[in-house]
């Protein structure tokens, strides 16, 4: 079994899958962010690589970019700092959130290299619609890495089947249209497009765009498995950016954000281990 | 050259709207559902008499079709070469080729049913022609302009509010056109439901580069037609400037089967070798932008360089692509102009043949008189002037400040 299927399944309860920024606000910061997120509760962490033209992001993921631009960091760097983010003890699944010309300019080969090499699980192109992934799909099912893909309230029912049946790893599922971004309401038919997410995809089905309080992620309970949150955290990120750059500061910052996620997101939910089946993380 | 063929290998089993190796959908799923029903919505519209006879009837009892073609006899001879013979887009309402293109897509849009229009714009000039069709309709209208180019194209934010409306200053990225295009992309990925997003270049994702180039198409068309009546022959050769590269497709697709030389100019702004420029053709590597797989300005890692050019219309970091394709296969020719040779051109224009030119056309007819140069003069070269130069005077009159008098810059006795 994969380290995706062992940590995002359906008995797990609750997923809960946190997006960061790699190098925001730097790259030490991204790695004791990452474990925060693993002791919180996370069953996977999705790593944004910095992109001067986030199509698909919001406001406060674009400012994270440009943060991380300003650093430094690019794709090469970001899988290289994986290896990092294991070696501080993260075991959870790593997916690689990255805009499609950053990959074509790396090269499919060195990416899949430094995949297998720094402890890579999924990879998510915001911008490769399924209609232009297949070649893609097909090197990530040799490379035994996840190719992520996402399903939104508009997508046809047709498309929704053709790509419920080829996810892999998990189907994610917007919950609004537009970009990333925090939002008080979903799209109204979001629970209906859930339902027929469901019936398209046998894996776990996540919801993400705009999750940001308990009272939401309580809304999808029953209608998804699990749900994505990226622009919350990173705003919590943004506000402390300069003492998560300080080694003296760093670490009351991030006892910070954990405690905020866990008062107004998460609650108490466990630490997801390997081999534990039943977590029941609610 | 190797990572190169090793892209194209990795890329050529996705064919969806595709030339060659360029083109293809690359956006969010969030906008896949509108870029599928906007394809379906031209090629019922595009089959319709109904529908491309009201394209036609605005377009000449509004926008005044067909423009001239001139022959400019003293520029010409002064040149010393082939006979040069413009297409006069500036004579368009609005003094530019983007109202064929806003015309066309407004019709489209109300024809699927949409309640609302956005653009983008650099210079200004898409924006106003998309406000001024939106005006025609009673559609309301919201420009998307890179904060910086607000504040440097103050004169068309003034028509486009005049014409009712409404600008979006974009301050993310740099603060220009590609932030305008990503921010109008998020703006229609949140509004797709009602809203139509009329892109003003062969550039974005299929079917947009294939529809600009159908609504422009009427360029060429009409000086194919033109040239024959006015010389009796086919042009030897057809010219234009090339930003995303819509004027350009417009005027060579109607000559893409005859035996006529097809050039492009690319905006070389201060030289190749200086960096500032936006020759995408010349300098940019193959990358994905605004949803399209083309020839691209970026750093090593892939991010996304800021162009310059000192025309706001050409200074964009990819390249339609069609062009990409006709570039590669070697069915047009694409050289990079500076900013110093499109303002001789432009002076010389004036001189000769009493006509302003945008800045932007500028660089095409400069293109076409090196050509000229080098051609008989029972020769004949056909340049699109894409536009007029009213909104350039600023910015011109800096320059020729620079350098003395504009007539000492020409030679021109």
């Known amino acids: 079994m994969s380290r995706m299927n062992e940590y995002v399944n359906k008995e797990r309860g609750m997923l809960f899958i946190p997006f960061i920024t790699a190098g925001d606000p730097s790259e030490e910061a991204t790695v004791e962010l990452a474990f925060m997120l693993q002791s919180v509760g996370a069953n996977a962490l999705e790593l944004g690589i910095p992109y001067s033209d986030p199509v698909a992001d919001g406001p406060v993921i674009q400012k994270a970019s440009q943060r991380a631009l300003a650093g430094g960091m690019n794709l090469h760097r970001a899988l290289r700092l994986v290896k990092k983010i294991r070696l501080r003890g993260v075991e959870i699944p790593i997916i690689v959130f990255t805009y499609g010309n950053l990959l074509l300019q790396l090269g499919r080969e060195t990416f899949f290299r430094e995949a297998r090499e720094n402890g890579i699980d999924g990879l998510l192109v915001p911008d490769l619609p399924f209609e232009e992934s297949g070649s893609l799909a097909e090197q990530c099912k040799a490379n035994g890495v996840d190719l992520i893909s996402l399903v939104a309230p508009t997508t046809s029912e047709k498309r929704l089947e053709a790509i419920g049946a080829s996810a892999q790893g998990f189907l994610y599922c917007v919950s609004s249209l537009g970009v990333t971004g925090v939002r008080k309401t979903f799209h109204p038919k979001v629970l209906s497009f859930l339902a027929k997410a469901r019936r398209a995809c046998d894996l776990p089905i996540a919801v993400g765009f705009g999750i940001s309080s308990k009272d939401q992620v309580g809304a999808l309970k029953g209608h998804a498995d699990g749900f994505v949150v990226g622009s919350r955290i990173v705003s919590l990120i943004e506000k402390r950016a300069e003492r998560l750059k300080k080694a003296e500061t760093r670490a009351e910052a991030l006892t910070e954000i954990s405690n905020i996620l866990k008062d107004t997101l998460l609650g108490n939910r466990k630490v997801v281990k390997k081999g534990e089946r039943s977590t029941q993380n609610a | ?413």
Not at chain 2, 292 to 300: I, R, V
Request: net charge negative.
């Open chain 2, 1 to 413: 050259m190797i990572r190169q063929q090793q892209i194209e290998s990795e890329e050529k089993t996705e064919n969806k709207g595709r030339f060659g190796t360029f083109g293809g959908q690359y956006v969010p799923e969030t906008l896949m559902h509108a870029v599928l029903e906007l394809e379906d919505g031209f090629n019922q519209a595009m089959n319709d008499h109904a529908f491309l006879d009201e394209y036609r009837e605005i377009l000449r009892n509004y926008s005044g079709r067909p423009t001239p073609v001139t022959h400019c006899k003293r520029l010409s001879e002064k040149v010393g070469g082939a006979q040069i013979y413009l297409k006069r887009e500036d004579l368009n309402h609005t003094g530019a080729h983007k109202i064929n293109n806003a015309v066309g897509q407004v019709l489209l849009a109300r024809r699927m049913g949409k309640k609302r229009v956005i653009a983008e714009t650099g210079a200004g000039q898409h924006g106003v022609a998309t406000a001024t069709v939106a005006a025609y309709f009673g559609l309301p209208c919201k420009v998307f302009m890179g904060a910086v180019d607000v504040e440097r194209q103050k004169l068309n934010v003034f028509r486009m509010k005049l014409l009712g409306a409404e600008v979006v200053p974009v301050s993310g990225g740099n603060g220009t056109l590609k932030d305008a295009i990503n921010e109008a992309l998020r703006y229609w990925a949140a509004n797709v439901e009602d809203t139509a997003y009329i892109v003003g270049s062969v550039v974005g994702p299929h079917p947009y580069p294939l529809i600009v180039r159908e609504f422009q198409r009427i360029i060429g068309d009409e000086a194919r037609r033109q040239m024959m009546e006015q010389t009796g022959k086919l042009p030897d050769a057809a010219c234009a400037c090339v930003g995303g590269g819509s004027n350009a497709m417009g005027l060579f697709t109607a000559f893409l089967n005859d035996p006529v030389t097809l050039y492009g100019a690319e905006a070389g702004g201060k030289g190749t070798e200086t960096g500032e420029h936006a020759a995408t053709l010349a300098k940019g590597r193959l990358g994905i932008i605004h949803g399209s797989m083309t020839y691209l300005l970026q750093d090593k890692n892939g991010q996304i360089i800021e162009p310059y050019s000192i025309s706001a219309g050409l200074d964009y970091p990819g390249i339609g692509p069609e062009h990409a394709s006709l570039a590669e296969s070697g069915r047009a020719h694409y050289e990079a102009i500076t900013d110093g040779e499109a303002i001789d051109a432009l002076v010389a224009l004036n001189h000769c043949e009493g006509i302003l030119p945008a800045l932007e056309s500028a660089h095409g007819l400069a293109l076409a008189m090196k050509k000229a140069k080098t051609m008989r003069p029972d020769e004949t070269i056909l340049v699109c002037l894409s536009g007029r130069g009213d909104k350039d005077v600023n910015t011109i009159l800096k320059v020729l400040d620079d350098h003395d008098t504009g007539n000492e810059r020409s030679g021109e006795a």
